[in-house]
């Protein structure tokens, strides 16, 4: 089966993607039955603010996204998916995407606007555990894990996006980050065999919009700065 044009090139990063986005966004909204409840108002939802929704998720996925597009899995999941955004734009890196986050009302939006996903309402250990899956490569950004001694039983690569730390020591050593290779100051890709390295273009995401955003996000909530 061949995979879809990069829905990162078109619907971000293309001369007018931001119009292209919001009458993508709009067609896909067609008929939704809307809950507005807390669950709602979230910067990653593309119903709430689609511009910002989607540069916020090519922001914070970047690494992740460019190290699935190296990967090629035939399957992934992510854990805490939200509404579905950043689990959609997976589908240019592999035939099966599963979305999974235990928020009913934000399942059911992505749910209506992605169908390209195979979503799942359920808690994460939960839906691993009674299906027994096994996924080329599950993602989780600031999900409810960085990390989980049962996810080798249930993949062979593990992407992690999302690391705070108030403590010094942590900060120095990167002992707050999961082992394996440290494909950005936010992301590590663990597989059982890569080595607790710099990916090579580790320096690389510093110098983006998001690294701002993060730092931002440090100093005014008490966080030391993302290293
Ligand atoms: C802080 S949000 C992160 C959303 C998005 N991945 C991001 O990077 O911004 C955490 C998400 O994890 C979901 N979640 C919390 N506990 C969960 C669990 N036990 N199983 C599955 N999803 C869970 C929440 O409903 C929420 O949508």
Known sequence: MSLPEKLVDKFYHARGAHHAWEAEVTRRADGLQLTIDREFFFHMNPLYEPRLAMQYVVGRYEAAYDALADLKPKSVLEIGCAHGLSTWLMTSYAERVVGLDIGPSRVAVGRHLFPEVEFVQEDWLAYLERTGEVFDVIVSSHGPIIWHDALPRFCKNYINVGYRTTEWAQ???????????????????????NAGTRGKSYWRYFFRRNYLKEARHAVTNGYLLPI
Request: no cysteine; glycine share 8%.
């Open 171 to 193: 900060w120095l050593r990167g002992s707050h980050k999961i082992a394996g290779r440290q494909l950005s100051f936010s992301t590590t890709h663990w597989s059982a065999d």
